[in-house]
């Protein structure tokens, strides 16, 4: 079945430094979805891409989608001890069904 | 319009006890879907639902049961609790596929 990795699991980063997280599917997506979910909360959406070599931002945050619709990346300028949480990205396939399958997570931890 | 409800918030339940996980959403979605999280494991995908009267399997079915007599309503039925299934529950609605997911505020659940 489809598989959605996610890297780094754990990233720690003093405030105001970038920070990325990775997440690559072992099939084409039609389309990714990215999560936030804060300590002790609920995932939230973010974002969706769909189309190949998307670039989507919001504020401080960079969404890119892959050529191949097979990875994407988040991107997020100049933390802030708000952005803590774990961002999630789920991959949805072409096939039916729920088809939305998550990575295990990127865990930020920002020190002040 | 409250979104995704779930209850309850909390529950301790003993080794071989039944117990049902409400969840309730007011969007007139017709996609739900259970998740469980567990710490390094991510979301993991329970059981879902395309519609009222239509249920399917996840990634992780053994140990529940879901139904759907209502657009409103998917309840997780745990059929004899184990402590495996200690975890935090989510449930989840969208509209269709490719759209972004709702989750209630989760369960947390503690089988001993």
């Known amino acids: 079945g489809q598989q959605v990795m996610q890297i780094p699991q754990y990233q720690h980063v003093q405030e105001g430094e970038d920070f990325t997280t990775y997440c690559n599917s072992s099939t084409t997506l039609s389309n990714i979805q990215w999560y936030k979910q804060r300590p002790g909360g609920h995932p939230v959406f973010l974002i969706q891409?769909?189309?190949?070599?998307e670039v989507k931002k919001q504020k401080r945050l960079t969404f890119q989608f892959g050529e191949a619709k097979k990875n994407s990346s988040l991107h997020i300028t100049a933390t802030q001890t708000t952005d803590v949480g774990t961002y999630f990205c789920?991959?949805?396939?072409?096939?039916?069904?729920?088809?939305?399958?998550f990575g295990k997570g990127t865990h930020l931890i920002i020190q002040p | 319009n409250a979104g995704v409800t779930q209850t309850p918030k909390f529950q301790v339940l003993k080794t071989g006890q039944s117990m049902t996980l409400q969840c309730a959403q007011d969007m007139n979605h017709e996609y739900m879907s259970w998740y469980r999280q567990d710490p390094g494991m991510g979301l993991r995908l329970i059981h879902y639902?395309?519609?009222?009267?239509?249920?399917d399997q996840g990634e992780v079915p053994n140990g529940y049961n879901v139904s759907r007599s209502t657009t409103e309503d998917f309840p997780l039925r745990l059929l004899s609790a184990a402590p495996s299934q200690t975890s935090v529950y989510f449930c989840?609605?969208?509209?269709?596929?490719?759209?972004?997911?709702?989750f209630g505020q989760g369960t947390r659940l503690t089988v001993v």
């Open positions: 639902s395309v519609g009222a009267g239509i249920t």
């Open positions: 989840a609605s969208r509209w269709e596929v490719g759209t972004e997911a709702f």
């Open positions: 789920a991959g949805q396939s072409g096939g039916g069904a729920d088809g939305l399958t």
């Open positions: 891409l769909v189309k190949s070599g």
